[in-house]
């Protein structure tokens, strides 16, 4: 993170193809029970990009992964992925909850979680074969995990659960990974770890948003962050997470401008993320 | 009377040859479902659809229709009932339940109860009867068990990561909604079919006993099944032939056998972890 550069694109690869939009939200406001959780919320996401979220309590970061992930409808506004609403590419999709939500006594070892991530592509009437059984091991060995396969979930160590996780993310062939607090709870090592996989998957071109309230691990190991309290209220390198006013507005406030990075986010909901000036003024006219 | 004519005896009479195949028919189906049922944290809710399919059984009586279609109906409508209250979010799962599960077993009573005449029939379900089933019920139960444990041979894939991870699974595309009501619709068939072996009120135990043994002493969801499906099998052999020389209730002696297995388990698990403790200490 030592040559964060202005612009976005600068970190990706010379021989990169032309970014390609993973997610898009525009205008999205959803939340449960008539109370909206998120609102307004407009972003794009790009193939490749190593994102997270972060964000207080209640700020909506996981509402927003499962908007991204079609496990939630938004009341106003659009969300696709890979140009299409989320169900439509749910094989592409690779949702991970936080390990809170798991039953870890369940009686399945590493390796049926991974092999899960093939059921969907099968389909009810094929029997996982040999060619699934290959795609489950290369995923464990890309995680570290081929040496753990027969152990049952509940007897591995936290990080190992995690990798648990993303193997079926992996062995789904996944284009998408959306992780719920994927580095909570692990130490710092472990973290490490972790986040050296994902930015492997990120360079493979995979795409990898995770929602996190460790601030810490998000300005080590990630590219881009996105601050969420109800609304988008940062966007952009790792930078704003050393900036008080960003911190203020995201745990405290509401919306803010940010200086150098061209992020401007205001109540008069227009904005221009100037990334190339691919992107300029929405609709404004559908808000109410 | 040697071993051997203890056990050749019984087989001589068509009715504990039909209740041996029923038992063993229900055992495996309950096996089977009340695996992924107790995966599920479902175990409450068997207890409460086999009550609700109550009023079912007392409205074909009074019909004179098959008590199949009236329990299953009522099954099915409280657990798509139990199903839908719980979806709105205002209820917890187990109070939505709790609510229904009694009401329907009210009404129930409330009907048997303004019956005039002889309901001695009516008991069977409650407390079980397999010694009084017949061919045509023998034939239908078996038609149902198929539909159940075809169900479950198809979506095993799709149950088994629906019930482990719902999100995930919901993200990757599979109908998870669909498939928790089609599940809750599987528990209502299985608990129809087990009515006339053990009765309305120790349904729970086939359904959830034998999936418990096998979650004590497996570690794998595939071993889980063939330990429950062992259980499940078996304890119907053991009991009919418990209660036939014991003269004792049927169903009740089955559900002891699978109860009785369930301690020798608990047991054997805590003995093996003080042993696995003790040599962790030298």
């Known amino acids: 993170m030592t040559f964060a550069t202005p612009s976005p694109e600068s970190r990706a690869p010379a021989a990169a193809p032309p970014a390609q939009t993973v997610i898009e939200l525009r205008g999205v406001t959803a939340g449960y029970d008539g109370e909206p959780a998120v609102e307004d919320v407009d972003l794009r996401i790009d193939r490749g990009a190593l994102v997270a979220v972060f964000g207080p309590n209640g700020g909506g970061k996981t509402t927003l992964l499962k908007l991204i992930a079609g496990l939630l409808q938004p009341w106003r506004g659009d969300v696709e992925v890979l140009g299409a609403p989320p169900a439509r590419a749910a094989r592409a999709i690779a949702y991970v909850p936080q390990a809170e939500l798991v039953d870890w006594s369940f009686p399945v070892s590493v390796w049926d979680v991974a092999m899960m991530g093939r059921f969907p592509a099968l389909g009810p009437f094929r029997q996982p074969g040999g060619a699934d059984r290959d795609a489950v091991a290369a995923a464990l060995d890309r995680v570290g995990m081929l040496s753990h396969a027969r152990t049952q979930i509940g007897r591995l160590s936290g990080g190992q659960r995690r990798r648990a996780f993303l193997a079926r993310a992996v062995a789904a062939d996944a284009q998408l990974y959306l992780l719920d607090e994927p580095v909570t709870g692990v130490d710092v090592p472990t973290q490490e770890d972790l986040m050296d996989l994902l930015a492997a998957e990120s360079r493979a071109g995979r795409t990898v948003v995770a929602t996190t309230h460790d601030l810490a691990a998000a300005s080590r190991h990630f590219e881009r962050v996105v601050g969420m309290n109800r609304r988008v209220v940062a966007d952009g390198d790792v930078s704003l997470l050393s900036d008080p006013d960003v911190l203020s507005r995201t745990y405290g406030g509401h919306l803010l401008v940010i200086g150098e990075r061209g992020v401007l986010l205001d109540d008069a909901h227009h904005h221009d993320t100037e990334r190339g000036g691919e992107r300029h003024f929405h609709d404004e006219e559908r808000h109410r | ?207 959830v006993t034998p999936a418990a043994i096998g979650q004590l002493v497996a570690s794998s969801f595939t071993r889980l099944l063939a330990v429950a499906i062992a259980v499940g099998v078996l304890s119907p052999v053991a009991g009919l032939y418990l209660s036939y020389w014991l003269d004792a209730a049927t169903g009740a002696t089955i559900v002891l056998v699978e109860t009785a297995i369930f301690i020798v388990a608990l047991l054997a698990k805590r003995g093996s972890s003080v042993v696995g403790s003790a040599r962790g200490t030298t």
């Open chain 2, 1 to 207: 009377m040697s071993p051997l004519d203890a056990i050749l005896d019984p087989l001589a009479f068509p009715f504990f040859i039909r209740a041996l195949l029923a038992s063993t028919i229900v055992g495996l189906v309950c096996a089977v479902v009340g695996s992924y049922m107790v995966l599920r944290g479902l175990a409450f809710m068997g207890d409460a659809l086999s009550h609700s399919a109550f009023p079912g059984v007392v409205i074909a009586y009074l019909l004179k229709g098959p008590f199949y279609i009236g329990a299953a109906v009522a099954a099915v409508a409280t657990s798509l009932a139990i199903g839908w209250v719980t979806r709105r979010g205002q209820l917890r799962g187990d109070t939505a339940i709790g609510v229904l599960f009694a009401g329907m077993f009210a009404l129930g009573i409330f009907l048997f109860s303004r019956i005039p005449n002889y309901v001695g029939d009516l008991f069977g379900f409650l407390f079980g009867e397999i010694l009084g089933i017949g061919d045509t019920d023998l034939i239908a139960l078996s038609v149902l068990a198929l539909i159940v444990l075809a169900t479950v041979a198809v979506l095993w894939k799709e149950l088994l990561y629906a019930t482990f991870d719902p999100l995930g699974a919901a993200a990757a595309g599979l109908p998870v909604a669909r498939l928790d009501y089609l599940f809750l619709a599987l528990i209502a068939l299985t608990i129809v079919i087990s009515l006339q072996a053990v009765g309305i009120i120790l349904v729970v135990a086939m359904l």
